[in-house]
Each structure stands twice: as C-alpha cells, then as structure tokens.
C-alpha cells in the first residue's frame, strides 16, 4: 500500500512538475527577443495600456534610434487613433513631436505591419526595433516579417518591459492568463493560415 501510495504522489509531483515547465516554455516562446542593436526606427504597436509606449520612449532616450513609430487606429472609429494617444504620452515624456511618426489607420497587427511598412519606405527608413507585449511580440514577428522583407526592410524584437506579464508566471493570474490564451489561438490561426496559402 506503501509502495502504491509512494508512486501516485510521484506521478503527481511530476505530472506538476511537466504541467508547469510547458506552460514556463509556452511563456518564452511568445516572448521572443533579439540583442539590442541601433536603428532607424523603434516601432511601438498599440493595444496595451502603456509599457509599450514606456519601453520605446526608454529606447529613444537611449539613443538606439532616431524616430518613433507609433502605430494603431482607434476600435472607435470617431475617437483620436491610439497611434496618436500614444504619441501625446511620448511627448509629454519628453520626445519631441519631430522625433515621431504616427500610422493612425491599422486595426490589425497585419495591418500594422503592412502599414508601418509603407510608412517606412516613405521615409527612408530601412531597419526597427519591434515593441509589443511579450506575450504578443511573437506574433508580431511573424506579421511583420511578411511584410518586411518583400520591402527590403528588417527589423529586431524587444518586448515592452510590462510588469503584468511575465513568461514564468503568466498562468498564474489575470489578465495575462486570458490574454496569453487568447495570443496562443491568433497565433494558431495565423500558422494555419500561412501552411495553406
């Protein structure tokens, strides 16, 4: 009896032990970053409720380029862009308005990329420093690389430094749970979609 008792506890211990170290793995492979390195641009993508607007304006301030992109329109389509709010939060942290482009029309990270793309070319400008959230900065890398190297352009990632998701711990709370499972099914989609085009 002994014997069996000492097994299931085991088998339990380490059923635990495998549960978490996937969910530790799903944690690192979303959140994907590349050496810090200069660039022309720090493209920051809307969607969160701050870090990402935190992190690139860190990045400006540490000279790792020149020029802010800040990209996303509205979910109301009357309301300022949040390319936009996210430029005013820049400012009034010290960047000067020359320092920053806003795209206000993308409502999709395909459209972000895509029009940050454009927008790039426009100005040119060659290479980006990609901030998103962690849990998105996958993602976005893939969107992204779609539609930058058909343009010539490239880029590097750097998740924003958000204090409420972390690729260890995610699971254990909200709203990083949700979110991270909601990333995890775009992300299926988006690999599904690529496999049969």
């Known amino acids: 009896m002994r014997r069996l008792l000492a097994g299931f506890v085991a088998g339990f211990i380490t059923g635990i032990a495998v549960t978490c170290a996937g969910l530790v793995a799903i944690g690192h492979v979303l959140d994907v970053e590349?050496?810090?390195?200069?660039?022309?641009?720090?493209?920051?993508?809307?969607?969160?409720?701050?870090?990402?607007?935190?992190?690139?304006?860190?990045?400006?301030?540490?000279?790792?380029?020149?020029?802010?992109?800040?990209?996303?329109?509205?979910?109301?389509?009357?309301?300022?862009?949040?390319?936009?709010?996210?430029?005013?939060?820049?400012?009034?942290?010290?960047?000067?308005?020359?320092?920053?482009?806003?795209?206000?029309?993308?409502?999709?990270?395909?459209?972000?990329?895509?029009?940050?793309?454009?927008?790039?070319?426009?100005?040119?400008?060659?290479?980006?420093?990609?901030?998103?959230?962690?849990?998105?900065?996958?993602?976005a890398a893939d969107l992204f690389g779609r539609e930058f190297r058909p343009a010539s352009l490239s880029f590097s990632n750097y998740p924003a430094r958000d204090p409420q998701w972390d690729p260890n711990t995610w699971w254990l709370h909200e709203p990083a749970r949700t979110l991270t499972v909601v990333e995890l099914a775009k992300l299926s989609v988006e690999v599904t979609s690529s496999v049969f085009h």
């Open 34 to 139: 590349d050496p810090l390195k200069r660039a022309d641009a720090i493209v920051a993508l809307s969607g969160d409720t701050g870090a990402r607007t935190v992190t690139a304006v860190d990045l400006w301030k540490r000279k790792y380029a020149p020029i802010i992109i800040f990209a996303g329109a509205s979910e109301d389509p009357n309301s300022v862009p949040s390319g936009e709010l996210m430029k005013r939060e820049a400012v009034a942290a010290g960047v000067p308005e020359s320092a920053i482009l806003v795209e206000p029309a993308s409502n999709t990270t395909q459209e972000n990329a895509r029009e940050v793309a454009r927008l790039m070319t426009a100005h040119g400008l060659a290479t980006a420093i990609l901030v998103t959230s962690p849990y998105h900065q996958r993602r």
